[in-house]
């Protein structure tokens, strides 16, 4: 059995994480990790944040405090974040010398195969500080979309917009001051050197790729494919090893894949690895398999861009699932830090218990299209769907506590084994969906709350209760917790009897 490697590329270390991150890649790849751990499957997950975007400078600016203390308090809140709704990655990447060295490293390597070219590029350039407009230093028109933003990943339509490609280009730091366009010598991965491989690549992948990312992809392989750029003429990140480009950088949104060897070989040193460098786990002979977890505005770099440094270098094995997941609002309107809104994991979970925060971001996530949380939505959901049943269900269960054991009849495991199936093909990483997971979950449980136990069937309803929390126990960490000595699920149920033990309660959201 492959081992699969979890990942969930990191945000932008400018600020904690809101519910739409939450809701998107963070709490699929912990439950996805989670369940397959419980079935035995060897499973690293891996997250981080990152460090290099000039998003980082941009945003420091507006809040007047320098761009290397916002990097490190940001990646502390979300560290919290995370924890406070129980989102546990084995590996959590940070800014160090050794993140560096893992970067430069790859960079090496992938300069030694030859592929990368040095290109005269233009930039918009501001002539009266001198300096290039890459990314978040610019905004404008999208050439594809039209949407107003930043060069780089367009969040709107997905396309990678070179920095001078966007319409009417100025400065974000400076507006009114001129820009004009500078060409200047980088070094590129020409992706339409990689097309071939690439075109081959996502039609293996057609099968399980989400709507969006493939009408992107689609969309992507069907222009000409841009020249990438891996170093750039400014100075806010990783100094680029190569003479012929003193004094620049390497692309923050190139260092993608060296990002992810970093954070899978994080994961596994955690959980007591040794390893001889950090790419060793991506060798294709390594017996891995590579999952992502990202919104779909992610997908050119990681996807695309990843895909083809890999093939560039050879000898790796390449992302085998891509989970997507698009935007997610809050009151229809997009997450923001506006007053007397709820936006953080750890605002939330300071009020509601995670178990009901888990289930509602997994209940509404937007796995294929945009979604939408509301306070009052959540308590009704949680409250209609969750708690009270369960509530029923633990009572009902407490009536035969200290009258076992109990018979468990076929009929019951037959039962029991058609759960664990629906469970299974929710959470499967081909498949996986988190509103797949909290249907599932509240269909199954409408379903014991409807059992009208007797003694003949109470030990076959005490069996399915505790199968159910098993399989439930990936999005209902606290509850399993307090619940099961072990989470395990089992691959085909075979109990004959059972022993009904007092099971904890669920607690209203209460506000
Ligand atoms: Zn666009």
Redesign the pocket.
């Known amino acids: 059995m492959k081992r699969t490697l979890v990942i969930a590329p990191g945000p932008t270390a400018n600020g904690d994480l809101h519910l739409g991150h939450l809701a998107g890649p963070f709490l699929a790849a912990d439950v996805c990790t989670r369940y397959a751990r419980s079935t035995g499957q060897d499973v690293l997950f891996g997250t981080g944040v990152h460090f290099t975007q000039n998003y980082i400078v941009t945003t420091a600016r507006r809040l007047g405090v320098p761009p290397e203390e916002l990097r490190v308090r940001s990646a502390a809140q979300v560290e919290d974040t995370l924890a406070a709704v129980g989102i546990d990655p084995d590996g959590f990447v940070r800014f160090d010398d050794r993140y560096v060295k893992t970067v430069r490293h790859f960079f090496e390597r992938l300069h030694g195969t030859g592929k990368l070219r040095l290109r005269a590029v233009k930039f918009p350039y501001a002539p009266h500080t001198g300096a290039y407009l890459t990314d978040a230093y610019v905004r404008g028109g999208?050439p594809?979309?039209?949407?107003e933003?930043c060069a780089g990943l367009?969040e709107?339509?997905?396309?990678w917009?070179a920095s001078a490609d966007l319409i009417a280009p100025r400065s974000t730091l400076d507006p009114d001051g001129p820009v004009e366009l500078r060409e200047q010598q980088v070094l590129v991965l020409p992706l339409e050197e990689h097309r071939e491989a690439l075109v081959e690549y996502f039609a293996g992948r057609a099968a399980t790729m989400r709507p969006r990312l493939a009408q992107m992809i689609e969309e992507i392989l069907s222009r000409p494919l841009p020249d990438y750029p891996v170093t750039l003429p400014i100075s806010w990140g990783i100094p680029a090893p190569f003479p012929e480009v003193a004094g620049q950088v390497i692309y923050a949104d190139a260092e993608t894949i060296a990002w992810s060897m970093h954070c899978t070989a994080l994961a596994a040193e955690r959980r007591g690895a040794v390893l001889g460098a950090d790419d060793e786990l991506w060798f294709s002979d390594a017996g891995t398999q590579v999952a992502y977890f990202f919104g779909s505005d992610a997908g050119f770099a990681f996807a695309v861009v990843g895909a083809a440094m890999l093939l560039a270098l050879g000898g790796y094995t390449l992302p085998e699932h891509f989970v997507t997941n698009e935007f997610y609002e809050l009151d229809h309107d997009k997450f923001s830090t506006s007053r007397g809104h709820v936006v953080t994991g750890r605002e939330l979970a300071a009020e509601v218990p995670r178990d009901l925060v888990r289930f509602y971001l997994a209940a509404t996530g937007p796995d294929f299209q945009r979604t939408n949380f509301n306070r009052a939505a959540l308590e009704h959901v949680t409250g209609t769907r969750l708690v009270r049943p369960w509530n029923r269900v633990v009572d009902k269960v407490a009536a035969w506590t200290g009258r076992g054991p109990l018979p468990v009849s076929e009929r019951s495991r037959a039962a029991a084994g058609l759960m664990l199936e629906r469970f299974a093909a929710a959470y499967d990483v081909r498949r996986f969906s988190l509103t797949a997971v909290a249907f599932t979950l509240s269909e199954q449980l409408a379903r014991l709350d409807r059992w009208e136990v007797g003694p003949g069937d109470a030990g076959d309803f005490c069996h399915e209760v505790e199968v159910f929390l098993r399989c439930a126990a990936p999005v209902l960490i606290d509850l399993a917790g307090q619940a099961l000595p072990e989470r395990t699920v089992p691959a085909r149920p075979d109990t004959v009897q059972v022993t009904p033990v007092r099971l904890p309660r669920l607690a209203e959201t209460g506000s």
Do not use: K, P, R, T
């Not at 709107?156 to 396309?159: A, D, K, M, S, W």
């Open positions: 999208c594809v979309c039209l949407a933003g367009c709107n339509c997905g396309h917009i």
